[in-house]
């Protein structure tokens, strides 16, 4: 079963270490704000798109049951969203202080912080092969944290 959009904004808000914990308030329309993703105020004219993509809830009617549909453009958001890609570059930086000591310790860490999990062996020598080929640490560092944000396993539940 895939998370919500709301539940996968805000696991990446969590994960990059940007999430603001603060309840109650009011809400907001500033799709870049950090709280979780319930404080979004809801106006028909200004819908939030990566909320929309993955199929954020009509609010002018009662549902039963939300929809779930998995379609290209999701897996190409998470690829190419500007949000997507200011969480990941979050992520990084939490990392690149363990990246400087020792590249396994940062896919390590990064597994265990987005996946909860380690990272298999043949996940940790790609991760390594990739992160060591890839230039300049905090991109290449970047690029690698996004593409955990767009696995299967950080956006759908068993």
């Not at 969590?14 to 704000?33: A, C, I, K, N, R």
């Not at 979780?36 to 039963?64: A, E, N, T």
């Not at 080929?133 to 539940?157: H, K, M, R």
């Amino acid at each position: 079963m895939r998370l919500e959009g709301e539940a996968i904004r805000d696991s990446m808000l969590f994960v990059s270490g940007q999430l603001d914990p603060t309840m109650y308030g009011p809400g907001t329309l500033d799709e870049s704000m950090q709280r979780r993703s319930i404080y979004f105020f809801v106006k028909r004219s200004k819908l939030i798109p990566l909320m929309m993509l993955f199929d954020w809830p009509d609010s002018l009617q009662g549902l039963g049951q939300r929809s779930s549909t998995t379609v290209a453009p999701q897996a190409l958001a998470l690829m190419n969203h500007p949000q997507v890609q200011a969480y990941a570059a979050a992520f990084a930086k939490r990392l690149l202080p363990a990246a400087k000591e020792s590249l396994e310790v940062a896919a390590k860490q990064a597994y265990a912080t987005a996946l909860c999990r380690p990272p298999d062996a043949v996940e940790l020598a790609d991760a390594l092969e990739y992160l060591r080929g890839s230039g300049e640490l905090e991109p290449a560092l970047a690029s690698f944290c996004q593409a955990l944000f767009a696995l299967n396993e950080f956006i759908y539940v068993e």
